[in-house]
């Protein structure tokens, strides 16, 4: 395993040592007229010098190929030049920093955040070097914010820590799913070898059998068992990892929540024990309430997201239902839901797809398309399962739907793909943008009644209570 977690480390290296000369130029270049000239042709310099130096050893390492014993120690070299980048980087947040405008300490944050947000993909195989790798780059400014005492200083460094504690825990998540997957992928190779073997055994077999019918119908039966065995087994490695989302759900949901409503009240508490003519210290506690009460949130969003408790409690429709008037609910959109699949029966597999389609389809209308209205429709049609959410928002460009980097769209299609359909997203007829979700059913759904349910349409009262 350590040469195939090598390997992952190096896919992106390239494309990374790029981005890292690319970004320290465009930096040196908008801050040349604002710093000191040979401060920062230094700091120019040494990222430069660094990022050759991991190149080098990238290709070393490839022109070496190194024994499975020597891997570990090229492996090691490559993460400690990487994290000693990550220091230099993290120098410019103190180097920097106090020597510029506020819009260029933002702009320096944006391109130190956005590094450690790059370097995911690179080092999540290696969760603990990407962890320093992150606080080298982070925690300088990070700190220098912290201890201005400004009121605007102080909201960009909680900021800050609570953007570096996001990028962890998605390197942790992308590196538990990396070692899941290699596991599996070991796993694989050796029932595949088991199978090819046993496919070898039975063709000599049948052919010093030949004339005994009842022998080769025997091994033939056996070959049936061991294949059938490989789909079970695949199929329990699915359940288990679903299962394990769900328990870190409930988990993360009751653990969590726990702990942050006891700390609200011991925060109600104390501000209850402080004199009331400190009206800034009890200020203070009432801020850290709400952002309690905002974490509370975090935690039930962050549960929801890895596993839907209302579509394993209630079913997909009903499901649905409950999205788009939350949906409703928080952004004052008028809706109309039209469910053409009264008791359709889904393996969970789709029917989780479906949900996850339509969140993400909301949550980009929530977003960017300044709404007034939305439309919303499962349909059973010539066996396939159709969902549609149509806005009257602004619409989207061809290129928007084609950008690589729209995270959201891409994994809208890919869930999509995994079961056979598509996704396809155009300008409305009148205007707005259309989700067009298409899946095949693997299963023949059952449909208890031949009519359609009536049309639900509405508007949610708003949270401040407006109409």
């Given at each position: 395993?350590?040469?195939?977690?090598?390997?992952?480390?190096?896919?992106?290296?390239?494309?990374?040592?790029?981005?890292?000369?690319?970004?320290a130029?465009?930096?040196?270049?908008?801050?040349?007229?604002?710093?000191?000239?040979?401060m920062?042709a230094?700091?120019?310099?040494?990222?430069v010098f660094?990022?050759?130096?991991?190149?080098?050893?990238?290709?070393?390492?490839?022109?070496?190929m190194?024994?499975?014993?020597q891997v570990?120690?090229?492996?090691s070299?490559?993460?400690a030049?990487?994290?000693?980048?990550?220091?230099?980087?993290?120098?410019?947040?103190?180097?920097?920093?106090?020597?510029?405008?506020?819009?260029f300490q933002?702009?320096?944050?944006?391109?130190?955040?956005?590094?450690?947000?790059?370097?995911?993909?690179?080092?999540?195989?290696?969760?603990?070097?990407y962890?320093v790798?992150?606080?080298?780059?982070?925690?300088?400014?990070?700190?220098?914010?912290?201890?201005?005492?400004?009121?605007?200083?102080?909201?960009?460094?909680?900021m800050?820590?609570?953007?570096?504690?996001?990028?962890?825990?998605?390197?942790w998540?992308y590196?538990?799913?990396?070692?899941?997957?290699?596991?599996?992928?070991?796993?694989?190779?050796?029932?595949?070898?088991?199978?090819k073997?046993?496919?070898?055994?039975?063709?000599?077999?049948?052919?010093?059998?030949?004339?005994?019918?009842?022998?080769?119908?025997?091994?033939?039966q056996?070959?049936?068992?061991?294949?059938?065995?490989?789909?079970?087994?695949?199929?329990?490695?699915?359940?288990?990892?679903?299962?394990?989302?769900?328990?870190?759900?409930?988990?993360?949901?009751?653990?969590?929540?726990?702990?942050?409503?006891?700390?609200k009240?011991?925060?109600?508490?104390?501000?209850?024990?402080?004199?009331?003519e400190d009206?800034?210290?009890?200020?203070r506690?009432?801020?850290?309430?709400?952002?309690?009460?905002?974490?509370?949130?975090?935690?039930?969003?962050?549960?929801?997201?890895?596993?839907?408790?209302?579509?394993?409690?209630?079913?997909?429709e009903?499901?649905?239902?409950?999205?788009?008037?939350?949906?409703?609910?928080?952004?004052?959109?008028?809706?109309?839901?039209?469910?053409?699949?009264?008791?359709?029966?889904l393996?969970?597999?789709?029917?989780t797809?479906?949900?996850?389609?339509?969140q993400?389809?909301?949550?980009?209308?929530?977003?960017?398309?300044?709404?007034?209205?939305?439309?919303v429709?499962?349909?059973?049609?010539?066996?396939?399962?159709?969902?549609?959410?149509?806005?009257?928002?602004?619409?989207?460009?061809?290129?928007?739907?084609?950008?690589?980097?729209?995270?959201?769209?891409?994994?809208?299609?890919?869930?999509a793909?995994?079961?056979?359909?598509?996704?396809?997203?155009?300008?409305?007829?009148?205007?707005?943008?259309?989700?067009?979700?298409?899946?095949?059913?693997?299963?023949?759904?059952?449909?208890s009644?031949?009519?359609?349910?009536?049309?639900?349409?509405?508007?949610?009262?708003?949270?401040?209570?407006?109409?």
């Amino acid at each position: 395993m350590r040469s195939e977690l090598t390997q992952l480390l190096l896919a992106q290296a390239p494309v990374a040592l790029v981005v890292n000369v690319a970004l320290a130029s465009i930096l040196a270049w908008v801050l040349s007229d604002r710093m000191p000239g040979r401060m920062l042709a230094a700091w120019y310099g040494l990222v430069v010098f660094i990022t050759a130096v991991r190149a080098l050893l990238i290709l070393a390492y490839r022109k070496t190929m190194p024994s499975q014993a020597q891997v570990w120690v090229w492996r090691s070299l490559i993460l400690a030049m990487t994290i000693v980048s990550g220091i230099v980087w993290g120098s410019a947040g103190i180097l920097f920093t106090p020597k510029l405008s506020l819009e260029f300490q933002v702009l320096l944050a944006f391109v130190l955040g956005g590094m450690s947000a790059g370097a995911v993909p690179v080092l999540a195989s290696a969760f603990a070097a990407y962890a320093v790798y992150v606080a080298a780059v982070l925690v300088p400014i990070i700190a220098w914010f912290l201890t201005q005492w400004t009121e605007t200083y102080l909201a960009m460094g909680v900021m800050g820590l609570v953007y570096m504690a996001a990028l962890l825990t998605t390197a942790w998540n992308y590196h538990r799913q990396l070692a899941i997957s290699l596991t599996l992928g070991f796993e694989n190779a050796h029932l595949v070898s088991g199978l090819k073997y046993a496919k070898e055994i039975t063709e000599e077999t049948n052919r010093r059998l030949e004339a005994e019918v009842a022998e080769r119908a025997r091994v033939e039966q056996e070959i049936r068992r061991s294949r059938q065995s490989l789909r079970n087994l695949m199929a329990r490695l699915d359940k288990v990892r679903e299962e394990e989302r769900s328990a870190l759900s409930h988990e993360v949901h009751d653990e969590l929540g726990q702990l942050i409503a006891r700390l609200k009240m011991d925060l109600v508490w104390v501000g209850n024990q402080l004199p009331k003519e400190d009206r800034k210290s009890r200020d203070r506690v009432q801020e850290a309430v709400s952002l309690t009460e905002r974490a509370f949130d975090a935690v039930r969003q962050i549960s929801s997201r890895l596993r839907p408790a209302v579509l394993d409690d209630i079913g997909l429709e009903a499901a649905l239902e409950w999205q788009v008037k939350e949906f409703a609910a928080r952004t004052g959109c008028q809706f109309q839901l039209d469910l053409e699949t009264q008791d359709l029966d889904l393996e969970a597999e789709m029917a989780t797809a479906v949900f996850r389609i339509l969140q993400e389809a909301l949550t980009n209308v929530a977003r960017h398309a300044e709404a007034g209205h939305v439309r919303v429709r499962l349909a059973h049609v010539h066996d396939e399962l159709v969902l549609e959410v149509q806005d009257d928002g602004h619409g989207v460009a061809d290129h928007q739907v084609n950008d690589t980097q729209s995270l959201g769209l891409i994994g809208m299609r890919e869930r999509a793909v995994r079961l056979g359909g598509h996704v396809r997203i155009v300008q409305g007829e009148d205007g707005g943008t259309l989700v067009d979700a298409m899946l095949p059913l693997k299963r023949r759904a059952a449909l208890s009644r031949s009519c359609a349910p009536p049309t639900r349409t509405g508007k949610l009262p708003r949270a401040d209570g407006a109409s």
